[in-house]
């Protein structure tokens, strides 16, 4: 019986020496004493041996099932495959919808040379008379300024700038610069005191511009600040 034992652990430690040679420690489980040489030296008993045995295939049976399983070939191509098409169909999707996404369909982009040629855009025409000047201004349907010019700008100073003739000739200007930009038709919005309004809707009506509307945009006062003390005399 004793006998039997014997050979029991000897053939135990010759196998579990050979397995440690070759699997490097298995995952560090062991300390850096412990290696072949102390297993098979004999120092073990049955007891040792079994629990050893045990706690390897424990180690082992974990790290398989933890082992994420590596994709092949086919599985990677089919997952880029469908990868893809997922993001052609969103594009298009995205393309094809009014407000969704992004569109990425082509456009036809005019810039303004083109349009100036065309003569198809309107514009707001914006006339500020004051006492001492009058001051025109041309932006689009969103409120961006494009040009303007003054009576000072066409070459009126001093007190020249409040008479009718400056408000003429600033008008004219304007329409000129207008109609180069390509701005054939405009509504006019007037806003100020004085006279010298008429004359320059009048000049830009004869320079060229098409006028669709009219408007005096003055603001009114509806019983607002008070009124300044009355000087005493």
């Known amino acids: 019986m004793a006998q039997a034992s014997k050979g029991l652990i000897g053939a135990l430690q010759a196998s579990l020496g050979g397995l440690l040679s070759t ?4 995952h560090g489980g062991l300390g850096p004493s412990a290696g072949p040489a102390a297993l098979v030296s004999g120092a073990w008993g049955l007891s040792a041996c079994a629990a050893f045995t045990r706690s390897v295939a424990t180690t082992s049976a974990g790290a398989s099932a933890t082992a994420p399983a590596e994709p092949g070939p086919a599985s990677t191509a089919s997952d880029a495959g469908s990868g893809a098409a997922q993001e052609a169909e969103a594009i298009s999707s995205g393309s094809n919808s009014g407000g969704g996404g992004f569109s990425t369909g082509f456009r036809k982009v005019v810039s303004e040379r083109r349009a100036g040629q065309l003569g198809a855009l309107e514009g707001i025409v914006h006339i500020q008379n004051t ?7 041309l932006t689009d349907k969103q409120g961006l300024i494009k040009t303007y010019t003054s009576a000072g700008v066409v070459g009126y100073k001093g007190s020249r700038k409040s008479q009718p003739v400056a408000a003429e000739k600033a008008a004219e200007e304007l329409a000129r610069r207008a109609l180069k930009l390509g701005y054939s038709s405009v509504q006019v919005r007037l806003k100020g005191a004085g006279s010298n309004k008429q004359y320059a809707v009048t000049s830009l009506a004869a320079a060229g511009l ?3 509307s009219l408007a005096d945009v003055t603001p009114v006062p509806y019983n607002g600040c008070r009124l300044p003390k009355k000087r005493r005399v």
């Open 131 to 137: 006492l001492n000047n009058i001051i025109l201004t």
């Open 210 to 212: 098409t006028i669709t």
């Open 23 to 26: 699997s490097g420690r298995l």
